[in-house]
């Protein structure tokens, strides 16, 4: 299939306002304690096309604390690790993030405009607000596999070593459109920690739920539920 090329003006960036920087810690907070949903534990997204015959599919990502600091748009300096960012971040209202922990990778307005997406991207209660395709557009600076958003931003996930599971590599303010011709809706979202060798606990469901029995063997192996259960919406 040929791929589009779209520039960085489909992600709304020519509309961004450049933030302050205690806007900038604001929402780099908010942005942690949003990610601390899924941080330092591996995802499944559960979804397919909006029909009842489609089938389900799954993609599963490890989401880490030092994943954090790459997709706010920061780097590491000689004051922090990605590790510590995430952490100064998750408690800055506890104790303020110091000025110079943060280092913008390209520019506060790349970071600016990745942070106004960041917390509602990981809103799983509203899963049926998103959306995820095999990420096959050429983009300008954006490499990764695969797209998941809502019509706020996209995330995209990527294996940066062929044997590794896929990462998030990237906060993108836009749509999924942008990214992928071809896409599904999110019905689920599941995590587990490292401990677990199954997915149980559900973050994010569609409200009418899963009948497991309706999961193909693929999906059904790698999660645990007896096959007379329903995977449900978290109260």
């Known amino acids: 299939m040929a791929r589009k090329r779209i520039s960085t003006t489909s992600w709304n960036y020519n509309s961004i306002r450049v933030k302050s920087d205690e806007e900038i810690k604001d929402l780099l907070c908010k942005s942690a304690n949003a990610y601390s949903l899924i941080c330092d534990k591996a995802v499944m997204f559960i979804y397919r096309k909006n029909s009842p015959e489609a089938e389900y599919k799954y993609y599963i990502a490890n989401c880490k604390k030092e994943n954090f600091i790459h997709l706010v748009g920061c780097k590491v300096n000689n004051y922090v690790s990605a590790e510590a960012f995430y952490d100064e971040c998750l408690n800055h209202m506890e104790k303020p993030i110091e000025k110079e922990h943060i280092t913008y990778k390209e520019s506060k307005k790349t970071t600016s405009a990745k942070l106004e997406v960041f917390p509602s991207m990981f809103d799983y209660k509203g899963v049926k607000a998103y959306r995820m395709g095999v990420h096959n557009k050429i983009t300008i600076k954006n490499t990764f596999e695969m797209a998941m ?87």
């Open 149 to 235: 958003g809502n019509n706020k931003g996209v995330l995209g996930f990527d294996k940066r070593k062929e044997s590794m599971i896929p990462v998030p590599v990237t906060m993108l303010n836009g749509i999924i459109g942008d990214y992928a011709t071809d896409y599904s809706n999110v019905i689920a979202v599941l995590v587990k920690d490292g401990s677990e060798k199954r997915f149980r606990q559900v973050v994010g469901c569609v409200t009418k739920g899963i009948a497991v029995s309706d999961l193909p063997p693929a999906i059904r192996d790698k999660i645990d539920f007896c096959d007379e259960e329903r995977i449900t919406k978290p109260v």
